[in-house]
């Protein structure tokens, strides 16, 4: 796929790796247009950089129809759909402090399983109607991580950043028949402001762990991003873009 002109939908685009992803994919001569939960987040990124983008709280099912159905009423189909949204709520599943036994609680399960399973169903699902519809071959690009292998604390992340791989098989496979493409990016430990927020002595011992030395650079995962999108080759597998590190 080239990259100039195409239409591009970025979840939580409006800080982080997502506005990367939508600033890298713009430089590339794509359209991006973002949706985020803070508004304060995309007034910055219009400031800076020309982006649009739209409140969307993307576990809502009704307000996600109304935001693709609204885009494409106004653009037309979506070209790229990167499925960005993604929160943590970390917390070990038993956890024994003096007499007391504390499990996780399940307020952390519910509000992670919404934004990172579900919001991904959703957002894929809607993008990909408007694209048989309008007989656009897309592709949807989902983003998973590292911790889909298991990690300690991460049960509800871990959960759902497998889940996104599976979707992701399973997608590729249904939506080919369409043209449509599906593919997904497992990044490692990446220069992140939800990385930056580990303990300074954890994430030493972490980055010890990388074998390449050191943490990865949104921008290397932005890469990976266009690689999917340009490579009309490429389906229904996840890219490890982790520093060779294994958890």
């Known amino acids: 796929m080239d990259l100039k002109g195409k239409k591009v939908i970025v ?7 997502g506005k990367q992803f939508a600033v890298d994919f713009m430089n590339a001569g ?4 973002v949706v985020d939960v803070v508004q304060e987040s995309l007034d910055a990124l219009k400031a800076e950089t020309g982006i649009d983008g739209k409140i969307l709280d993307v576990s809502k099912e009704a307000d996600v129809e109304a935001f693709f159905n609204g885009y494409a009423a106004e653009f037309g189909a979506p070209d790229i759909l990167i ?23 399940m307020s952390n399960w519910d509000k992670v ?27 949807i690009i989902n983003i998973s991580s590292i911790s889909r292998s298991g990690n300690l604390g991460q049960t509800n992340y871990t959960a759902t950043k497998s889940g996104v791989v599976g979707m992701t098989v399973t ?7 369409y043209g449509i493409r599906v593919g997904a990016i497992a990044p490692g430990y990446i220069n992140t402001e939800m990385v930056a927020k580990i303990r300074p002595e954890v994430l030493g011992k972490i980055i010890e762990q990388i074998p390449v030395g050191r943490l990865g650079e949104m921008a290397e995962i932005s890469s990976t991003a266009r690689f999917i999108a340009e490579n009309d080759f490429f389906t229904g597998r996840v890219i490890e873009t982790d520093g060779g590190m294994r958890i």
């Open 83 to 105: 499925n960005n949204a993604g929160i943590t709520a970390d917390a070990l599943f038993i956890k024994k402090k003096g007499d007391d036994i504390i499990k996780f609680p």
């Open 11 to 17: 979840t939580g685009g409006g800080r982080g790796m």
């Open 113 to 139: 399983i919404a934004v990172n399973l579900t919001g991904v169903f959703l957002c894929a699902r809607e993008a990909a109607y408007h694209m048989v519809k309008n007989n656009v071959k897309g592709v």
């Open 30 to 33: 794509a359209k991006p247009y």
């Open 171 to 177: 997608w590729a496979k249904e939506l080919s028949r």
